[in-house]
């Protein structure tokens, strides 16, 4: 990765996420950053747009994807003081993912000069890898 210029704190990545119209519908909340171990974990509260079937209170696929490319995405940008471009994403859903909020923790694998990889784990509320994925990233904003 090339060196931060200024690195995105945690307050920082939680304002992007509030003043992006698609990132802020997901209402995404920064639980904690650790730039030495390269690690970043946020929340998603469940909301009914989210549901898969009515009445169910499980999450749609649509908006995991969004989360974990989301998360994956700022793992790297806060090192570097901005989001990235996304370049490969994959994800296996693992279970079916129901309650009040998941919470992704994800890291970088890899983070070289032009591309990073990054791990994405999504938990539910007790604690249940829901879905995996991995995410390509760009190492340089824009």
Same mark, same amino acid.
């Given at each position: 990765?090339?060196? !931060?210029?200024? /690195?995105?704190?945690?307050? *920082?990545?939680?304002? #992007?996420?509030?003043?992006?119209?698609? &990132?802020? %519908?997901?209402?995404?909340?920064?639980?904690?950053?650790?730039?030495?171990?390269?690690?970043?974990?946020?929340?998603? !509260?469940?909301? /009914?747009?989210?549901?898969? *079937?009515?009445?169910? #209170?499980?999450?749609?696929?649509?908006? &995991?994807? %969004?989360?974990?490319?989301?998360?994956?995405?700022?793992?790297?940008?806060?090192?570097?003081?901005?989001?990235?471009?996304?370049?490969?994403?994959?994800?296996?859903?693992?279970?079916?993912?129901?309650?009040?909020?998941?919470?992704?923790?994800?890291?970088?694998?890899?983070?070289?000069?032009?591309?990073?990889?990054?791990?994405?784990?999504?938990?539910?509320?007790?604690?249940?890898?829901?879905?995996?994925?991995?995410?390509?990233?760009?190492?340089?904003?824009?």
């Amino acid at each position: 990765m090339n060196p !931060p210029l200024e /690195p995105l704190t945690l307050d *920082r990545i939680q304002e #992007r996420f509030d003043q992006s119209p698609a &990132i802020s %519908a997901l209402g995404l909340k920064v639980v904690s950053l650790d730039y030495e171990g390269k690690e970043l974990k946020v929340r998603m !509260p469940f909301q /009914p747009a989210m549901e898969r *079937r009515p009445g169910t #209170r499980q999450f749609h696929g649509g908006p &995991i994807a %969004a989360f974990i490319d989301i998360v994956g995405d700022y793992v790297v940008g806060m090192m570097l003081g901005a989001p990235v471009p996304t370049i490969n994403l994959r994800i296996d859903y693992l279970r079916p993912a129901f309650g009040d909020a998941l919470t992704a923790v994800a890291r970088v694998r890899s983070g070289g000069r032009t591309v990073s990889v990054v791990d994405i784990e999504v938990f539910n509320e007790e604690s249940a890898l829901v879905a995996i994925g991995r995410g390509t990233y760009a190492s340089k904003t824009g």
